[in-house]
């Protein structure tokens, strides 16, 4: 059965510095997903990621995938209180009929002033 | 537009009732999901259309019946509702059937089974 497996699983950090969410999966596979949610609110995705060295930035976030070391990670540059949020990640298993995605547990992020 | 919509929002529903939760995207997709979330917990796939027709099911009760009736709409069918069953509903679609493609997410419908 496939894990995932994210930590954190809480985080919270000052405004203005740095920090690594790490997503770890069980199986071979290259195609990682990264999902922001806000309470109460669905997921937004942040990052695609299609192949070994992978690597995405948007704005103060970078994603990554070693999928040798079925790793993935999420860095967070300079914190702000708007990134306050769950980030998820999640594993796709599915074969070419459909996507089948593994969720991580979450990182509830805080971001303090 | 980049956009997947749930109706309804909030629904409050006994043990003995039928209901439906509605999901419709525009964007063309041509896979459709819908998960379960319980509270700070992540998403639970449970069923996933490919073409109209169902590919996955993960081995979800029989309480909730999916349909796709055309390429846009996708709903859920409730019935005999447990309150453990209370969760936010979430539906989702992606443009292609093999990987490498997003999930868009819905807003998604909060469940209260009574």
């Known amino acids: 059965e496939l894990k995932v497996e994210q930590n954190p699983l809480f985080l919270s950090m000052q405004e203005g510095k740095n920090y690594t969410i790490y997503c770890n999966y069980s199986?071979?596979?290259?195609?990682l997903y990264w999902y922001r949610q806000d309470p109460g609110k669905s997921l937004e995705s942040l990052f695609v990621l299609l192949s070994n060295g992978a690597v995405k930035q948007e704005g103060r976030l970078m994603a990554s995938l070693d999928t040798k070391a079925r790793l993935s990670t999420l860095h967070i540059t300079a914190a702000v209180h708007d990134l306050s949020a769950t980030y998820f990640c999640?594993?796709?298993?599915?074969?070419?009929?459909?996507?089948?995605?593994?969720f991580g547990q979450g990182t509830r992020l805080t971001i303090n002033p | 537009d980049t956009e997947v919509t749930q109706t309804p929002k909030h629904l409050v529903m006994g043990m003995t009732n039928k209901k439906s939760l509605k999901c419709e995207q525009h964007?063309?997709?041509?896979?459709m999901y819908w998960y379960k979330q319980k509270a700070k917990k992540p998403p639970e796939l449970m069923f996933v259309y490919s073409y109209e027709k169902l590919s996955i099911n993960e081995s979800v009760p029989s309480r909730f019946s999916p349909e796709c009736p055309n390429s846009s709409l996708l709903n859920l069918h409730l019935h005999a509702l447990q309150p453990e069953d209370s969760a936010l509903y979430l539906c989702?679609?992606?443009?292609?059937?093999?990987?490498?493609?997003?999930?868009?997410f819905g807003p998604g419908t909060r469940l209260t089974v009574t």
């Open positions: 989702a679609s992606s443009q292609g059937l093999a990987g490498g493609h997003e999930q868009y």
């Open positions: 999640a594993v796709d298993t599915g074969n070419q009929g459909a996507q089948k995605l593994v």
């Open positions: 199986t071979t596979s290259d195609r």
């Open positions: 964007m063309g997709h041509r896979a």
